[in-house]
């Protein structure tokens, strides 16, 4: 993907630049996550949905500690295992993939939590009137920004 070769070639912080962080990292979690609020999935799907939000927090939390120096590769990896379920070969891959890219695996978590609180404010806000889709059209028609700059916007106008 362009996405990948950017990551290859110019690091992560043009990355983050080029997709806004949060935003392309949460938005695909934030609508897995919506689908299953919404019973659009099956028992399986809605099991691997909550597996999915545990590695994701377990991604979160090795993220900050390794690169705080609280961790090494080998006890990121283990977490993983204990935290995540994942297998010895994933998690040593998930823990090295950690150490190239600071920051990149809390952007899942923060960018759903982010659009869930942005969700949250703006519906009780606007009380009978909020719209679901209308709350998903505006919020992505500021296209690949941080969602914490979308919330400033779409709070300023309300």
Known sequence: SRIAQIAANDGPARLTMLCGGTLCEGWACYISSLAGSKGFLTPLESYAEISSHRRMAA?????????????????????????AMMSSE???GEAVKNSLFPGGAMMYLYGV?????LRDTVAE???DAFSLKR?????LSYGTVPVARIAREMLDQS
């Open 125 to 127: 806000q606007q009380g």
């Open 113 to 117: 939590e982010g659009i869930e609180r």
């Open 135 to 139: 709350f998903h059209d505006e919020f």
């Open 59 to 83: 991604r979160a939390v090795v993220d900050i500690k390794l690169h705080c120096g609280l961790f090494t590769l080998e006890e990121a990896a283990a977490y993983y295992r204990e935290h």
């Open 90 to 92: 994933a998690a040593h």
